[in-house]
């Protein structure tokens, strides 16, 4: 069975950083991404990266503060996060794609809770 099991939430203050891991069982080669949501507010894509690590996307939210890696040789995905603002509150996810050509993710982790303070 497939499994993902983000870590690395907490609380932290505004301009801090926080390093997210999402940790990937029963799975490899797969494209992963990382989404959020905020209370009161939809998912949102926040960053992705291919299976092989080469090619990344970030949504608007996160370019020139978040930076999305992978090492597939542990299975992991981490996000790190600088420059924190209290508008990136919200629950953090771990999803992966069957494939680079893949429209959807398939699989979903349970989400770990980041808290920006003022």
């Known amino acids: 069975q497939v499994q993902l099991v983000e870590s690395g939430g907490g609380l932290v203050q505004a301009g801090g950083s926080l390093e997210l891991s999402c940790a990937a069982y029963r799975l490899n080669r797969s494209p992963m991404g990382w989404f959020r949501q905020a209370p009161g507010k939809e998912r949102e894509f926040v960053a992705a990266?291919?299976?092989?690590?080469?090619?990344?996307n970030y949504a608007d939210c996160a370019k020139g503060r978040f930076t999305i890696s992978r090492d597939n040789a542990k299975n992991t995905v981490n996000l790190q996060m600088n420059s924190l603002k209290p508008e990136d509150t919200a629950v953090y996810y771990c999803?992966?794609?069957?494939?680079?050509?893949?429209?959807?993710?398939?699989?979903w982790g349970q989400g770990t809770q980041v808290t920006v303070s003022t």
């Open positions: 990266i291919s299976w092989s690590g080469g090619t990344t």
């Open positions: 999803a992966a794609k069957l494939s680079d050509f893949s429209d959807t993710y398939t699989y």
